[in-house]
C-alpha cells in the first residue's frame, strides 16, 4: 500500500514569485509518481508524471518536479508563477505492479496574488 | 479529442433515496475508475474497470454502492440507499495505457452530489 502526504494544505505567494510544493509518499514497492490540477468545478488535469529516467521532469505550463528517492520526495516547482496558477495541486503515486491504482494527497491550494 | 463525459453535473437527494452518475470515457480508453472525492480530501478509487470486467472494487461499498460498463464504454455508478457521508465529488477517469499505472488519467469534470 501506499500513502502520499502533502506537507502544506494551503500555499499564497505573490505573482511572479517562485513556489515550491511538497509532496512526500511512502511505498514498500517501487511507484509512478504524478502532480495534478484541479480549477474550480474542474476535473483533474495532469501537470506532469515521472516514470523512469531524469529524476527532473517538466510538465505543462512551465512547472517541474524533481523525484527523490532518497528521501521519497516529488515536489513540484514554478519559478515564476502568474494569477491563472490558482488552483488546487494533487499529488498521486500508482504502484508498478498494480496498473492504475493512484493513490492521492489530499492537496494543496496555490493561491497566487497580485 | 473529446474528453470524458459526465452527467449530470450537480445533484441534490435526500438520506435514503437512490442516485446514478453517467460517464462516457475518451473513446478508445479501455480502463475506466470512478473516484469519490470529499471536499478537502484527495480523490479515492472506488472501482477500476478494464474493458467490462472489474479489476478493483476493494474500496466500493457494495452494501449501497454499485457500477457497470456496459460493453466496455459507457459506465453508471448507483447508491442505494443514500447517506448523509456519501455527499462528494464523483470523478469518472479513463486511461490509454493498457498497463494502467503508467499512463495518465484523464478526468471528467465530476458529479457534485449533496446528500440532505
Known sequence: AQSVTQLDSQVPVFEEAPVELRCNYSSSVSVYLFWYVQYPNQGLQLLLKYLSGSTLVKGINGFEAEFNKSQTSFHLRKPSVHISDTAEYFCAVSDQQIPGKSTFGDGTTLTVKP | ?116
Open chain 2, 1 to 116: 479529442e473529446a474528453g470524458v463525459a459526465q452527467s449530470p453535473r450537480y445533484k441534490i437527494i435526500e438520506k435514503r433515496q437512490s442516485v446514478a452518475f453517467w460517464c462516457n470515457p475518451i473513446s478508445g480508453h479501455a480502463t475506466l475508475y470512478w473516484y469519490q472525492q470529499i471536499l478537502g480530501q484527495g480523490p479515492k478509487l472506488l472501482i477500476q474497470f478494464q474493458n467490462n470486467g472489474v479489476v478493483d472494487d476493494s474500496q466500493l461499498p457494495k452494501d449501497r454502492f454499485s457500477a457497470e460498463r456496459l460493453k466496455g464504454v459507457d459506465s453508471t455508478l448507483k447508491i442505494q440507499p443514500a447517506k448523509l457521508e456519501d455527499s462528494a465529488v464523483y470523478l469518472c477517469a479513463s486511461s490509454l495505457d493498457r498497463r494502467a499505472g503508467r499512463g495518465a488519467l484523464h478526468f471528467g469534470n465530476g458529479t457534485r452530489l449533496t446528500v440532505t
